[in-house]
Every structure is written in structure tokens, then in C-alpha cells.
């Protein structure tokens, strides 16, 4: 929530039309002045009245309202939501209408690509009436195109109500980070063939614990292909729609997946888009996983930032991976084999791998050729699945909205 | 209803009531009628029907024409005829644009060219009624300018919209970071793609344009907006999640008019204390355009008979007079309609020129005061012993006479300014001050009379101590050869009257009534249709062949009746009645007041015999007052008829005084004695202190009614504009029973005497006509032209003769009496002295009985009628 304090400059203007009539003015109050007519004194002064009035609501508005934003906590790139601006009115008998709130959202540049952030709105609602001691909200709708983190402020609270002569604006200094996740994209049936057919990188250990799933995690809203053994009835009942518990998968059916954005030094826009492609498979791929309950998932990056994270495919894995993939970048550097070594140094022999790559699986493209020591090769090799994502193998199990 | 058909229609009221305003400026209803149709039709065919509107292009090669038409008229030296090329220009572009698409800025344009029409109407109008509307036309702008607010607000979510879109747009990531936003209007004009139909928007409704803003725009828009689409769909998208028109609605429904109504009336009092305190320039040099000085219609110091045309009536404002006790300074009633006497005209001449009375100084009236000195001007003398002197307070608006006007004998007050004084050869008052110093505003002098006695005013004027000019050889200038037919029917009126030995004033209302008898003569402004002899006087043509002619024809034929029977007579040109404002008390008279009338020389002795003996009389005689001219009774009878339409014209007219007074007339001295001096006096740390006690008061009540107070501003504003209704139906009314009058005269018809226009039985008091029927009984009846006091004077002598020992000779006489006070006077009858009619009128039908009982033999004398 806003208030004064948090605002750090309140200006009052006159805008373009108050100018116009200003100068209106001074040619009747000069007309009166100069030819002694009352009749246009008065026509002055009603004039006069209106502007006066103008500006002592709009300090006034200014003064007693405060905004605050609210962002959902999901933000997908290429999936629209919602941000709710919400404004208070402190005034205890007069309302305030027309109450235009500007945002700001911008990507904010990785820091080596340091650029200053400009603070100009581009988004923005109008809370039309809130009433004395009340509180109005509005809300308007993004849709950010790329994943990455981006920036929600300053809040601009403007008005210029009743009569649009003078404007009076304040710049609320609220700001807030958000991350947008990759974009989610479909899998298509070729994938689960291509899982079922070829056991794509799994290694079953099953480890039933009990009548249930897994372990109790949380509830959340029922969706299409939810067991109805897990529905909630009782909290359904509350709720009035049908909540399902989910839980952490103790299946050990584990998915070794490597995701390998590799660019060329320079790179074009087509190997841009790839990357994207292949963030975007991932992240698709693990809220599939996460949202099935599939068992354990040793998920490795080959990036500018790699790493390696391994745990059941759940909630929790598939936020933590989001966050992730929102924020990895491609790298020139080769990074699969640290990737490689790590999907496979704590699993049991013959799992196999994953890999969504970037580039084909070729020597010139610096594929899997050369990566491990001649003794690790073949049974290395003969258990990787690579899915260059420019290829039409991709878009047989994979399709999304390109953006 | 949408909120830009609201916003449609508030700017068509606010131009047309701007228009309404210019045209009471220009004096022609055209600037309304114009706009107003413009405007209504523009919003019903242009905007909400759309079928057609008219291209800029058009528009604009219009314009230009428009422009240099109205420079043909711009370019003249008079600044009014300047000022009203500017409004018509400004009317001429507020009709092109009512035709064109409109969008915000538009409708900001119409507002403009309201605003400026009403600054130049401003500039050329000055009555109350401008006044009224002007404070629709505020309480409209407001609200106007408070939906256009509104309005344009809505538009900026398609704003935020359009700029998300189109300043992401680009295929250059770098473009998002350093694009600037576009104006409103590019936004406007690049918002096609927002308003394509079927759009579905974030709400699930079909999402429109907002309004027609963007109609025009969208196929083109819409085009480029599929071009690029999947290079916006790269980029930030921003929606708004509430249409423009849903928004509308929401503010519309959360009491945004009735806080408009507030702000316009709160801004109509701030505006109200601007003015009166704001300090003024002394600007006695400064002239205004519409306190120009004007001519009198109708009142001149010279008059020309040989014009037979159309006279007009107007009712531009001349002066305002009360009447006050100059001992006590109560309000003092005149009943009836009062004389003010302006130029006195005695001499006649015809030649080249055409046939004119003039004022008795062969040298014109100059407007040099110090010229006007040399021929005798004097002040006013201070007035007799006299208990009954009565203050005549004037306003005189800007005139272009040096005339000022009064009921005579006129004598000087404390309060009379120095400069009021009195032509000694033609009685005539004037003003003392320079033409250039008096012309710009109204003057304001009080004088005091005696010509006022018991609230009637007094039929004789004795003459002052210092005339010199009783043996004017003009005052009986009479040439037999040029008026053969007056002199004969001069005579045969006294003959028939059989008042040739009687007194000059018999004669003089024998002469009187000549021109008064029902349908002898006909009163008429409109002359042009007269057949008329050029080879004869027009006075001798009026009396022998048409008969018909307004109060200058009548006065002027009556002037020469009584010269020829020679009885010194001159014509007396001022005003008679007005307009009674009974909240104010005081007489309004307009131009069309101006009247002509007869004064007729008596010598002392008959003068005397005239007056009431409590009157103030002099040894020099008197002039007394003869008016011949029909339909003097119109006026009266309405005064009597005081409606309740009479009672809102009365509050208007006392506004429209208030107006005057304290709105235009606010200089810089009146507000500093008015306004200034009173506070500062009054500006003690006490008083500033109670003041503010009370104003706390005050406010807390009125929070208190604020509640209350919707409903009643509602009332209060219906009551307003009923009572413009009123005040514009009345108006309308009157032009058109003027027309009307007009119209029957250009057709020729006949205007019937006042008696047959309104029958008088329902004003007729029933005592007298009782006393009629009584004196009917016995062949006393009232004869052509014969007054009921001279019936009953002829009464008195037959009741003498045939009743001696009755002793009601005198009843008659003292029943008329009563009767004119009762009629004329419009005074109450008290009961004691309505008792006292009774009585009287018992006894005479008692006497009538008997005469007519009495034995045969005594029947032969009864009177041969």
C-alpha cells in the first residue's frame, strides 16, 4: 500500500485545454477590464470558479488517496494476467472520480547489459468513483512476451477531475520485481509415444508407500485427468468446487533431462528463437511432470548458468525449475558434459538421458561426439535421446504459440 | 443512455444556449434557430443515426467562405457592427463542425466557440434576461464540461491500450525501452484495431469502440494492425479489463451529475462574490458598447406630422420613478397613470420641410450647458409651504435628449443635483452636464411636486412665479384659412355641448371628448395606408377626411381646436404611465410610454376652481391637462388587473431594476460605497468575530441541509426554469399580440375604441350604476362623450329644479366623486364611507320615486332629454 510517504513528488499542471482556457480568461478579464463591461466580469468570474475549483479538488484528491498494485503469483510469458490496482480514499465525506493510475512494466536487462530503466508508464487503469472512506480497484491486463524478470513500477496516480483544466499527478515510488516463466507450450501425442515406446531416459524403482500417491503436499483446484480418489470432499464441499490434494511423488520413475542452450558467439535470431524453444519444452515438460505426479526428475542445465537439481516432480520442483529456466541465458561455451555427468553421476546404470538441445547431435555442432572418455561413450550414447529443437522431430512432440 | 450521447447532448444545449445568448445580443432570434438545429439534428442523423457527416475538406473550403463573408461586415468602423460579424462567424463554424465526426477535441472546439459567443454577446447585451440564461448557460457548461471530463478519461484506457501496443511494437527491442508516447490523437487514430466489431473482449462482451472516435480509423488501422500483428505479439501487451463505455456507465451511476449541479452552483456564488469584490477601475472615460446613449421613440423636442408611416413600439427601458413623501420619504401610491411632462412645443410651421411643432425658442436646444445658460436656464425654485410635496426619484437611462423628465410643477429637494435646471421661456427641465459626460451612464436626479394630491395627480399645473411667457402670440397662433374644417367642427362640438358661455375648461373637454367619443376616431401607429391629402395640413386632414392618427395627431388637432376658439393652447411631449412595479414601487418607462398631450391655459380664477382647495394654486392660473387621444383607459383597466402574471412581471421587472442597479451599473465609486465602505466600517475585531460565529453557524446548518438538500435543488432549479419559461412566454406573448395588433393594422382593420375593446360593466363600479338607473328614470342619461361628472352636473341642476325640497341635488355629484376614486383611483372603499354612498344613493332613488309619483299636472316638468 501507498501513501504520502511513499510518494515522491506530487505536481499540479494545468493541462493543454486549461491553457487554452486560461487564455480565454485573461482575454474577457482584459475585454471587462478594458471596456468597463460587467457582463463579461461576471463571465470571468464563472469562469474563474471552475478553474479554482479544479485545482482544490484535484490537491485535495491527491492528498487523501493512496494505491497499491497486486500481481499474481504465476506469471507464464505469452499468458495473460492480471494486475489489480487498488485506490483509498481517505476523505471522509467527498468521493473522488477519474482517478487515472499509470504503471510501468519493463524487462529489466541482465546487469552486463546495463541500460537505465525508463519510468514512463505504459500501462495503466482509471478507478472512475471511489467513494468517501472507500476503496475502488480496477485492473488491467498483461501479457509479457518473454520470460525474464521484469519491473512493475512507479505508480503514476493522476486526476483531473471535475472539469480536466488541471491536472495533479503524484509519482508513487512502488516498485516490484517479477519473474515471468517460460512460455508453456503442448506436448503433442508424439511425446508420450516417443516416452512410452523408447523409455525416454526412465529408470523405474518403484517404491509404493501406501494406499496413496505420495506424500501429502497441498490442495489446489481439480483439473481434467485428476484421479478422482484424490478430490477433497470435505473441502470441496466448503469451497463449493471440487479441490484435490496433491502430493510429492515417491514413485522413483525418474526422467534424466538435460537442457543444453548452446549459441554460437554471435548468434542470429534464429538461434535466439531456438533457446527460447528449448526453455520453453523444458518448462512445459516439467509442469506436465509436476502436474501428473510423475516420480523423480534429475533435471541438469548446459547454459551460461548451469547446474543440476534432482527431486520428485512436484509443485514445489516445478516452481523452483521455473524460476530457473525464466532466468537462464545460452552460452557459447560448451557445458553438456558437466550437464551429462551430473544427470547421470547418482543414478543407477542404463538411464537413460534426455537431451533438449539447441544443436543437432552432430561433431560439427559440437553434439555428444568427443564429450566423455572412450570408456563411458557407448553406454552413454546408446541411452541419450537428443531432440534438437530445430528439427521436425521437435515439432512432432512439441508445439507452442510462437511469439 | 451512452456516455457519449450524453456528452453530444450537453454540447448541442451548451451551443445552443450560447447561440440563445448571442442572438439576445444581436437582437435576432437567427444565431438560435441556427445552432439549435444544427445541433439537434447533427446529434440525432449525424452521431446517432450516422447517416452522413460532412468531410473535413468541405468543411474547411466552407469555412474559409464562411470567413470571408463575415470579413465583408468585420471591416467597418462602427465596433457593434464589428462584434457581431465576429458572432456570426462564430456561429457559422460551430455549424460546420456539428457536422463532422466528432472526437474530443471537437467537442472542445464547439465548446470554445460557445464560450466565445457568449463573451461577444456579452459585450452587446444587457438585460436581466440575459442574465438568467447566462446562468443556465454556466450551470450547463459545467456539467458539459464534466461529461466531457469523463468522457475523454474512458477514451484513456483505449489510450493505454493503443500506446502499449504501438510503442511495443517495433521490431527493435530497443524501441521499448526508448519509444515516447504518442499524442492523444495518434492514439486515437491508431486505436482501429480496438474497434473492430466482434472484438472479444477480456470481460466475455463484444468490445466496441469507444464511441465513434475511432470508426473512421479502423479499416486502416485494422490493416496495419494484421500486418504486424506477430510482431506485436512479441511484445508487452497491455489490455484495460473495462470497456470505455462500461466505465462511463459506472461513473455516470455514482452520482457524477448531481456533483456537477453542486460545483456549477457553488461556482455561480464564487462567481457572484468575484464580482462584487473584485476591485474596479475607475473608468469614467471607458465606454461600453451597449450603454450607448439611445434616441426616444415616440418623444422629441421637435415633431413632425407630414411622416405617414409605421411608428414602433419599443420597449427599450427610458427611466424608472418613485414617489416618496418628501417629509417622511415613505413610498408615496400614485394612483393612476402619471404625466411626466418633457418638451413643451407651441409653435407651428409648415413649409418645405413638412409641417412641425417646435419649443417656443426660435434657437434649438443645444447640449452646451453654458450655451443653454445664456438663454435663461435657472435652477429650480425651493418649494412652497405646501404639505403635500411629494419626491419624484428618476433614473434616466442614456439618451441622446437633454430632456429630463417630471410631474409638474417641479421644485427643487436637497437631493436634487445641481445641475437640474429649468428653462425659464419653455418650462422645460433639462440637465445641466455635457452630452459626453452624461451619455455613457444612467442619471439619476430626485425633485419634488405639488402636483400630486391624495395620490391622484392633479388636472391643472399653476405656473410658476417667474414665467414671463403667458402672452406667447404663439400660444394662440391659429390660421383660420389653413384648418377651415377643425375651426367648424370646433364650433359645432361647443354648440352641441352647448358650452359656449361656459368655462374655458368646459370648453376645453368638450373639445377633449370630441376626439374621445367610441369610433368618431381611430388610433393608429401605422399610418402608411392613409389616404393623404398633400394639398391640406396634415391637422386638417386628420380632423376632416381620415380621422385617424396616434396621440401627436390628436394632440395637435386639439391644440388647434382650442386656439381657434381662442383659448391659449401648446402641446406637452413626455410620458405617460408605465409599467407599476408594486414590489419596488416605482413606475418602469419604456419608449413606448411616449405620449403627446394638450395643456390649455386657465386664468387664475378657473384654475382655482379646478384644483381641490387644499391644492397648491397660483395667481398666475394654471395649465391644464387635456389628453384627447383614445385608448387612454387600456393601460388603466390592466393596472387594475393585477394577475398573478402581472405579480412575475413585477419581480422581473424589480430584478431586472436589481440587475441594473447592482450588476451593470457596478462601478468603481457604487462599489466602493456599497460594498467596500459598509464592510470596512464594520470592520472591527468584534464584528469580524461575531461574523465568523455566524459563519460557523451558518455552516454547520447547512451540512445539516446538505442531506436534504438533492431534492431541493432539483426544486429550485425546476422553479428557475419555470419561472425563464414564464418569463421568455410572456416575453413571446407580448411580441406577438404586438405583431398581431400590427398585422390587423397593415389589413386595415379598424382599431375599436378601449370601451369596445374591453367592456368596461365588469370594471363599472355598482353604486354608480345604480345611479344611473336612478337618474335614467327620470331622462338624466348620459350623452356621446359626456363625462359622469358632468352628468351629474347636469344632474344637480335637474334635480334642483324639480326636487328643491329633496335637497339630493348634490348627491350625484358626491356619488361620482366616490365613483372616480373608486374607477380611476383604484382606492379601497372604506365602509363608513360606503354606508355613506348607500344612504346617499337611497335617498336620491327615494326622490326619483317621488318625482315620478307626483300628481299628473307636475309631470310637465319633467326635463325633455
Known amino acids: ?403 | 443512455m451512452k456516455l457519449e450521447r450524453i456528452v453530444q447532448v450537453h454540447i448541442a444545449a451548451l451551443a445552443t444556449l450560447g447561440a440563445v445568448l448571442l442572438g439576445m445580443g444581436q437582437r435576432s432570434p437567427t444565431p438560435a434557430l441556427l445552432t439549435g438545429f444544427a445541433a439537434f439534428t447533427s446529434v440525432i442523423f449525424s452521431d446517432g443515426l450516422n447517416w452522413f457527416y460532412l468531410n473535413r475538406l468541405v468543411a474547411n473550403v466552407i469555412a474559409l467562405l464562411a470567413l470571408f463573408f463575415s470579413l465583408n461586415d468585420f471591416f467597418q468602423t462602427d465596433m457593434r457592427a464589428q462584434l457581431l460579424a465576429i458572432g456570426n462567424l462564430l456561429v457559422y463554424l460551430q455549424v460546420l463542425l456539428f457536422y463532422q465526426r466528432k472526437n474530443p477535441r471537437l467537442y472542445w472546439q464547439l465548446t470554445v466557440l460557445s464560450l466565445l459567443q457568449v463573451v461577444v454577446s456579452a459585450a452587446l447585451s444587457v438585460g436581466l434576461e440575459f442574465g438568467l440564461v447566462l446562468m443556465l448557460y454556466a450551470v450547463t457548461a459545467f456539467s458539459s464540461l464534466a461529461v466531457l471530463h469523463v468522457h475523454r478519461e474512458c477514451l484513456r484506457t483505449i489510450e493505454f491500450s493503443v500506446r502499449s501496443r504501438i510503442w511495443h511494437g517495433g521490431e527493435n527491442w530497443l524501441e521499448f525501452l526508448t519509444g515516447d508516447f504518442p499524442t492523444l490523437t495518434d492514439v486515437i487514430d491508431k486505436a482501429g484495431d480496438f474497434a473492430r466489431p466482434g472484438d472479444e473482449g477480456p470481460d466475455g462482451g463484444k468490445r466496441r469502440a469507444a464511441g465513434g472516435v475511432a470508426r473512421g480509423k479502423a479499416d486502416a488501422a485494422g490493416r496495419s494492425a494484421k500486418t504486424s500483428r506477430s510482431a506485436l505479439r512479441r511484445e508487452v501487451i497491455i489490455r484495460p479489463l473495462v470497456s470505455p463505455a462500461k466505465l462511463g456507465q459506472q461513473v455516470l451511476s455514482s452520482g457524477l451529475l448531481k456533483q456537477s449541479a453542486m460545483i456549477g452552483l457553488c461556482t455561480l456564488v464564487f462567481a457572484f462574490v468575484l464580482f462584487f469584490t473584485a476591485p474596479r477601475l475607475d473608468s469614467s472615460t471607458r465606454r461600453s458598447y451597449q450603454n450607448r446613449a439611445t434616441r426616444v421613440v415616440g418623444f422629441s423636442s421637435e415633431i413632425s406630422l407630414d411622416g405617414m408611416c409605421r411608428i414602433l413600439e419599443s420597449s427599450d427601458s427610458v427611466m424608472r420613478a418613485s414617489f416618496r413623501d418628501a417629509v417622511s420619504g415613505e413610498p408615496y401610491r400614485v394612483y393612476g397613470e402619471p404625466y411626466f411632462r418633457g418638451a413643451i412645443l407651441t409653435e407651428y410651421r409648415t413649409g418645405a420641410t413638412g409641417a412641425v411643432w417646435r419649443q417656443p425658442s426660435s434657437r434649438p436646444l443645444t447640449d452646451s450647458f453654458e450655451v443653454r445658460a445664456a438663454v435663461a436656464l435657472r435652477p429650480l425654485q425651493s418649494p412652497p409651504s405646501h404639505r403635500g410635496l411629494v419626491r419624484q426619484d428618476v433614473t434616466l437611462q442614456p439618451l441622446n435628449e437633454p430632456a429630463l423628465f417630471a410631474i409638474f410643477p417641479v421644485y427643487a429637494s436637497p437631493q436634487t443635483p445641481e445641475d437640474v435646471r429649468m428653462h425659464s421661456r419653455t418650462e422645460q427641465l433639462l440637465c445641466g452636464t455635457t452630452a459626453e459626460e452624461r451619455v455613457r451612464g444612467e442619471y439619476r436626479y430626485a425633485i419634488v411636486t405639488t402636483g400630486l394630491l391624495g395620490g391622484v395627480q392633479l388636472d391643472v399645473t399653476p405656473l410658476s412665479g417667474r414665467t414671463t411667457d403667458l402672452l406667447d402670440p404663439e400660444l394662440l397662433a391659429f390660421d383660420a384659412e389653413r384648418f377651415p374644417t377643425l375651426k367648424e367642427t370646433a364650433e359645432n362640438v361647443i354648440a352641441s355641448h352647448q358650452v359656449g358661455a361656459a368655462s374655458r375648461a368646459d370648453i376645453a373637454r368638450a373639445l377633449r371628448d370630441h376626439f374621445l367619443y367610441p369610433g368618431a376616431y381611430n388610433y393608429s401607429l401605422d399610418l402608411s395606408r392613409i389616404l393623404r391629402r398633400r394639398e391640406v395640413d396634415p391637422i386638417e386632414d386628420f380632423v376632416a377626411s381620415h380621422h385617424t392618427g396616434h396621440c401627436q395627431y390628436f394632440a395637435s388637432a386639439l391644440v388647434m381646436m382650442l386656439r381657434s376658439q381662442g383659448i391659449p393652447a401648446r402641446m406637452v411631449v413626455g410620458f405617460r404611465g408605465g409599467e407599476y412595479n408594486s414590489l419596488g414601487d416605482y413606475y418602469h418607462v419604456l419608449q413606448r410610454h411616449a405620449h403627446a398631450w394638450v395643456e390649455a391655459y386657465l386664468p387664475a380664477d378657473e384654475a382655482r376652481a379646478e384644483l381641490p382647495p387644499e391644492a397648491h394654486s397660483s395667481a398666475l392660473g394654471g395649465w391644464l391637462r387635456l389628453d384627447p387621444t383614445p385608448g387612454s383607459d387600456i393601460d388603466r383597466a390592466r393596472q387594475l388587473q393585477q394577475g398573478w402574471m402581472d405579480v412575475v412581471d413585477d419581480v422581473l421587472d424589480y430584478a431586472s431594476t436589481v440587475w441594473t442597479e447592482y450588476i451593470l451599473g457596478l462601478t468603481a465609486k457604487r462599489q466602493r460605497e456599497s460594498i467596500y465602505e459598509p464592510v470596512a466600517n464594520r470592520a472591527t475585531p468584534e464584528t469580524w468575530a461575531t461574523t465568523l460565529a455566524r459563519l460557523r453557524g451558518l455552516r454547520q446548518w447547512l451540512r445539516a441541509w446538505m442531506e436534504r438538500l438533492s431534492m431541493l435543488v432539483g426544486i429550485v432549479l425546476a422553479a428557475g426554469l419555470a419561472i425563464g419559461l414564464i418569463f421568455f412566454g410572456r416575453r413571446w406573448l407580448t411580441v406577438v399580440s404586438q405583431n398581431e395588433r400590427r398585422r390587423r393594422w397593415r389589413w386595415g382593420r379598424n382599431r375599436q375604441s378601449p370601451v369596445a375593446v374591453r367592456p368596461t360593466t365588469h370594471l363599472t363600479v355598482l353604486f354608480y350604476q345604480r345611479l344611473e338607473a336612478a337618474l335614467g328614470r327620470l331622462q338624466i342619461t348620459r350623452g356621446r362623450g359626456q363625462t359622469p361628472r358632468e352628468l351629474a352636473s347636469r344632474a344637480a341642476q335637474r334635480l334642483a329644479e324639480l326636487a328643491p325640497q329633496a335637497a339630493v341635488a348634490l348627491a350625484p355629484s358626491r356619488i361620482v366623486e366616490t365613483f372616480y376614486r373608486v374607477r380611476f383611483g383604484a382606492a379601497e372603499l372604506p365602509e363608513p364611507e360606503g354606508r355613506a354612498v348607500e344612504n346617499e344613493l337611497a335617498r336620491l332613488e327615494d326622490a326619483v320615486r317621488q318625482i315620478i309619483e307626483r300628481p299628473p299636472g307636475e309631470a310637465s316638468k319633467h326635463p325633455s332629454h
Not at chain 1, 479544479?54 to 484528491?61: E, I, K, L
Not at chain 1, 536487462?109 to 467513494?131: D, T, Y
Not at chain 1, 514445489?316 to 521455473?322: I, S, V
Not at chain 1, 555442432?365 to 557407448?378: A, E, I, M, T, V
Open chain 1, 1 to 403: 500500500m501507498l501513501n504520502r510517504r511513499t510518494a515522491v513528488r506530487r505536481r499540479v499542471t494545468v493541462c493543454r485545454e486549461g491553457v487554452y482556457y486560461i487564455l480565454v480568461l485573461i482575454f474577457i478579464i482584459g475585454g471587462a477590464t478594458a471596456r468597463d463591461l460587467n457582463l463579461l466580469f461576471i463571465l470571468a468570474g464563472m469562469m474563474v470558479g471552475p478553474l479554482l475549483f479544479n485545482w482544490r479538488f484535484v490537491v485535495q484528491t491527491l492528498r487523501n488517496v493512496s494505491v497499491s498494485r497486486r500481481l499474481p503469483d504465476r506469471i507464464f510469458a505469452g499468458e495473460p494476467f492480471r494486475v489489480e490496482i487498488r485506490g483509498q480514499n481517505d476523505r471522509r465525506r467527498l468521493g473522488c472520480w477519474m482517478l487515472a493510475v499509470e504503471d510501468c512494466v519493463q524487462p529489466e536487462r541482465p546487469a552486463r547489459e546495463s541500460s537505465k530503466l525508463s519510468s514512463k508508464p505504459n500501462a495503466g487503469v482509471i478507478l472512475g468513483h471511489i467513494g468517501a472512506g472507500g476503496s475502488g480497484a480496477a485492473a488491467y491486463q498483461v501479457t509479457l512476451p518473454r520470460r525474464g524478470r521484469y519491473r512493475f513500477g512507479p505508480l503514476w496516480v493522476s486526476t483531473r477531475f471535475p472539469m480536466g483544466l488541471v491536472k495533479g499527478a503524484m509519482r508513487c515510488r512502488q516498485y516490484e520485481r517479477a519473474v515471468a516463466w517460460p512460455r508453456l507450450g503442448r506436448l503433442l501425442p508424439g511425446w508420450r509415444e516417443l516416452l512410452t515406446s523408447r523409455h525416454l531416459g526412465h529408470h523405474t524403482e518403484h517404491h509404493q508407500q501406501g494406499p496413496m500417491d505420495g506424500d501429502y503436499f497441498s490442495l489446489r483446484e481439480w483439473r481434467s485427468g485428476d484421479s478422482k480418489r484424490w478430490i477433497h470432499w470435505r473441502t470441496s464441499a466448503r469451497l463449493g468446487t471440487l479441490a484435490v490434494r496433491q502430493f510429492e511423488q515417491q514413485q522413483d520413475e525418474t526422467l534424466a533431462l538435460v537442457l543444453d542452450l548452446w549459441t554460437p558467439a554471435k548468434p542470429r535470431d534464429e538461434d535466439l528463437q531456438r533457446v527460447e524453444v528449448a526453455v520453453s519444452l523444458a518448462a512445459t515438460l516439467v509442469d506436465e511432470l509436476a502436474r501428473r505426479g510423475h516420480g523423480r526428475l534429475s533435471f541438469a542445465l548446459a547454459a551460461r548458468q548451469p547446474g543440476h537439481w534432482e527431486a520428485t516432480a512436484g509443485p514445489l520442483f516445478a516452481r523452483q525449475m521455473f524460476e530457473r529456466l525464466a532466468m537462464v541465458e545460452a552460452a557459447s561455451d560448451n557445458h553438456l558434459a558437466e550437464a551429462f555427468s551430473a544427470v547421470t553421476a547418482g543414478n543407477s546404470t542404463g538411464i537413460r538421458v534426455t537431451v533438449i538441445s539447441t544443436r543437432s547431435n552432430r561433431p560439427a555442432s559440437g553434439g555428444l561426439d568427443g564429450l566423455f572418455p572412450p570408456g563411458q561413450r557407448r553406454r552413454s550414447l546408446a541411452d541419450v535421446v537428443w531432440l534438437d529443437v530445430g528439427t521436425d522431430e521437435a515439432r512432432r512432440v512439441f508445439a507452442w504459440d510462437e511469439p
